[in-house]
Structure formats: C-alpha cells, structure tokens
C-alpha cells in the first residue's frame, strides 16, 4: 500500500510509511534519501535503486539538473590533472570508464575526440611537463607529448610551442546522460520530488531528521523570521549532494561536527561562443596550461558543432543560505566580458576574429579552496567524519564531477551502504 502526505502540493510516497504529528509538523520515516538532483545525485539514487533500496530524491528547483550539472563544458576528463590518489584522479578514472561504456550501452550522445593542453610560451614548458607525469602516474593511458609543429599539424588553427595529447578526453550531451539516468531511477521506484527544499536538520538517536519545504515558501522568505517546515523525514540512509548548497546545508544538521565541514569559495565562470562559424576551427578540445581556480579559457566542441570557449573564474561571496538552496545565483553574461576573453583565446587561437564571440552562459563551481590556494580534492563525509550511521556529505564536488559521477555513486554505495 502507498502511503502519502499531501501539504498544499508537497508530495511524498513511500511504501508501508507511518506518520505522526508532533510539535506542529509530520514525521515520516524512509528509507533513502538523496539531496539534490545534479548529475551525481542522480547518479547516487540510481545505484541505490538498483541495489533493491526504495530511494526518494529531495530537489529544490522544477526539475532536475539546473545547477552546475547543466553549465559546464560537458567534457568527459582524462583524469590528468588531479594529484596522485586522490579522490578527483581515482573517481575520474573510474569514471570516465564508467560513463563511455554506459552512454555507448544507453545510447546517449557522446564522442570521445581527445584533447590538446598547449603551452605557448617556453616558460610554460615545465608545468606541461609536471601534467604529463601526473597524468602518468594517474594511470591515464595514450598521454604522448607533441613538439609544437607536431601540434599545429593536427590542427592548424592552434598555436603552441608543445602540446600534451590525451586521447581518452571526450565529450558527452549533460542533459541527455541525466534524462537516461532518471528514467532508470524511476525504473526502480525512485520517486524524485521537485520544488522541495531540504532546509536543516538535526540528529536525535543517531538519526538524520531533515526538515523539508516547499521551495515556493523559502522564496517568499524574508531572511529574518523563523522558518517553519511542513515535514521532517526520518531517512535510514541520507545522501547530501546539494552541489552549490552542500556545505551550507550540512552546517544546517544541528548535532554534527560544523568544524569538520570546510567552508565552501564560488567560482563564477562564463562561456561565450562562437557565431558565424560554418565549420569549427579546432577537431579536439584546446586547454591552455591551467590558471588559479580553474583550467583555463579552454574551446569545448559541442555534440551538435557548437564552438564554445571558458570559462573564466571571477570569485563571488556574500551567498545567504536560502538563496544558495534556491539556486539564486546571478547566471547572466554580459557582452563585455568577451574582451577580457580575446587576448586568452588568441594565445593559442590567433586567427580569432574581433566581433566573433556571442555571450553563451555562465556556471557556479562550488569549491573547497579560495583564490591563491592550492586546488581542494572531493570531500566525502561518512560516519567516521561524523559519528552518523548512514549520513553522507558530498562537499565541493566540481571539475571532474560530472566524468566522476556514475563512480561516486559507486563508491558511495560501496562504502556506506548497509
């Protein structure tokens, strides 16, 4: 029999529930719950649901994927740049495994068409050198490194004095890859609850108690009175992967250790593209050496042979909880930051026409370390962080988080699942 709770539109099913009023608001006990739907929630609730567990999916926003999993540069990594066993260059590689053989099985749109990290500047030379090692020691196959004419052979729109090629980078359709996941999900009897908000939380006997919104009342908030929940559900198994809002969120589950919970940097970055193009200049993705807080203004080949180059990184703060929860960030490109674009792009593509570039869209990089600090891996909080069967925080889950995701799911599941 199923069982649901209706509160003005807020719906929630579950099998064999029991719910009770106290204090004003239902309880509810469940079995899984997953925060967010970005690509590695979705990921996490699949891998959940096919393991026999009944999963319900938490999203604040109309539908699935509107974060960072749908502006990014779609591209499926090598696992090159990440330090040696770390989580970034464990769970890329695993991956990008992973992701190749399920979107070739599912037929989501991809391609595997390599890429080319240049450096263009003898200077540079010694950290393209540094890459190639890394990389090595990463364990990613076919890294060769090019002289700079080898380079400009194989594409003759670039220019560089040498040049690092991956074979193994790709790119992939974001939206499709969710859309194919979701279905699997829902397959499996996972039930994904859009306009819901998970607000805060507290443990009481070793369990997660979550307190649930509509997101439609967190956006009539008016930042200083107190927020009233309809519902607190009582999962046996909790997975925060609210991307953006993650840090914040768990800092909102009163009896966890908050120092134990790094404090998140946001990296804006924008992507424009280019027009008037019948026929793209490059055939693989184009990296320069990379920057502080990012890869670099990189030119990214969509599926359907659109030119698009970034991002950029420009560090925001001042990004009350609430507004991190709903996804308030300010997206919007404006036209005149294509010239601060221009003298990056023509380091290796020099022939870029001046009027060239159109204002694309912009992303949110949810990281762990600040400007001039080294880059932070993935943090992935169990019990041992925090002392609480069956909770886990992902926390600063970025660049390589989307070719990574299907391998989280994995390790979560593996790790932590009882």
């Not at 209706?6 to 929630?12: M, Y």
């Not at 979107?103 to 240049?118: R, Y």
């Not at 927020?227 to 997975?239: D, G, Q, R």
């Amino acid at each position: 029999m199923i069982f649901s709770v209706d509160l003005n539109g807020l719906q929630f099913y579950k099998y064999k529930t029991q719910a009770s009023k106290t204090f004003g608001r239902v309880k509810e006990k469940v079995d899984c719950v997953v925060i967010g739907a970005g690509v590695v929630g979705i990921a996490i609730a699949r891998e959940l649901a096919l393991k026999g567990r009944e999963v319900l999916v938490l999203e604040s926003a109309p539908t699935f994927g509107t974060g960072t999993s749908s502006r990014n540069s779609e591209v499926i990594h090598a696992g090159i740049y990440y330090p040696l066993n770390s989580l970034k260059a464990l769970l890329c590689l695993r991956g990008r495994e992973l992701l190749y053989k399920y979107c070739s099985q599912n037929d989501v749109p991809h391609k595997q068409i390599g890429k080319l990290i240049v450096s263009t500047r003898p200077s540079d030379i010694p950290k393209l050198n540094d890459l190639m090692k890394r990389g090595t020691q990463n364990g990613v196959d076919g890294l060769r490194m090019l002289e700079g004419y080898e380079a400009m052979k194989m594409e003759p729109e670039l220019q560089c004095v040498k040049a690092l090629l991956s074979p193994a980078s790709g790119i992939v359709d974001s939206h499709s890859l969710m859309l194919s996941l979701v279905g699997e999900a829902e397959n499996h009897r996972t039930v994904f609850s859009y306009n819901t908000t998970v607000v805060g939380g507290h443990l009481e006997g070793n369990c997660m108690h979550l307190y649930i919104s509509e997101s439609k009342d967190l956006g009539n908030w008016n930042g200083r009175s107190s927020l009233n929940p309809e519902l607190t559900l009582i999962p046996k198994f909790v997975v925060n992967s609210a991307g953006l809002s993650a840090p914040a969120l768990a800092k909102r589950f009163d009896g966890l250790n908050t120092d134990a919970i790094p404090p998140v940097y946001y990296a804006r970055g924008f992507y424009f593209t280019l027009a008037n193009t019948r026929v793209a200049p490059f055939k693989r993705l184009i990296y320069p050496i990379p920057e502080d807080g990012g890869l670099g203004v990189h030119v990214t080949l969509g599926l359907d042979g659109l030119v698009k180059f970034g991002p950029n990184v420009e560090w925001i703060d001042g990004i009350d909880d609430i507004s991190s929860f709903l996804n308030k960030f300010d997206y919007s490109v404006n036209a005149s930051h294509a010239e601060m674009f221009y003298p990056e792009i023509r380091k290796y593509y020099p022939s870029l026409r001046d009027g060239s570039l159109e204002p694309g869209y912009a992303g949110i990089r949810p990281k762990l370390s600040g400007p001039g600090q080294s880059s932070a891996d993935f943090v992935i909080q169990g019990e041992e962080t925090h002392g609480v069967p069956g909770l886990v925080n992902l926390l600063g889950i970025e660049s390589p988080g989307l070719t990574s995701s299907m391998a989280i799911a994995e390790y979560v599941a593996t790790r932590f699942l009882r």
